[in-house]
């Protein structure tokens, strides 16, 4: 496969603790109304270009996947959500899903 990403099961690992970090602080600074917006646009600006930079492919579910996440760490209360780590997981599964193929 010419397009195989370069992300072994280690580094979606930690990718997944970063994001999980970066939810979690979110969820603590939301009472004290530090603006989370400006991290969710580094947040998912950042994912892509990792993305990239790694070889996955980003295909229209993927780019879709990342949307909703920013989108609900617009919405307020659901931004408690764990969007980011949930867009992780999700990638993850579906790259290897692809890389089974």
């Not at 979606?12 to 939301?30: C, E, H, K, N, Y």
């Not at 959500?81 to 089974?100: F, N």
Request: glycine share 6%; with cysteine; aromatic share 8%.
């Amino acid at each position: 496969m010419a397009n195989k990403s370069k992300i072994g099961n280690v580094e979606w690992g930690l990718v997944l603790g970063a994001t999980a970090t970066v939810d979690t602080i979110q969820v603590f600074l939301t009472p004290f109304l530090v603006p989370n917006r400006l991290i969710d646009i580094v947040m998912g600006m950042s994912l892509v270009l990792y993305f990239l930079m790694r070889g996955v492919k980003l295909s229209k579910n993927r780019i879709l996947a990342l949307c909703l996440s920013f989108l609900i760490e617009e919405i307020p209360l659901l931004d408690a959500l764990p969007a980011w780590s949930g867009d992780v997981i999700y990638t993850w599964m579906s790259v290897r899903a692809e890389e089974k193929l």
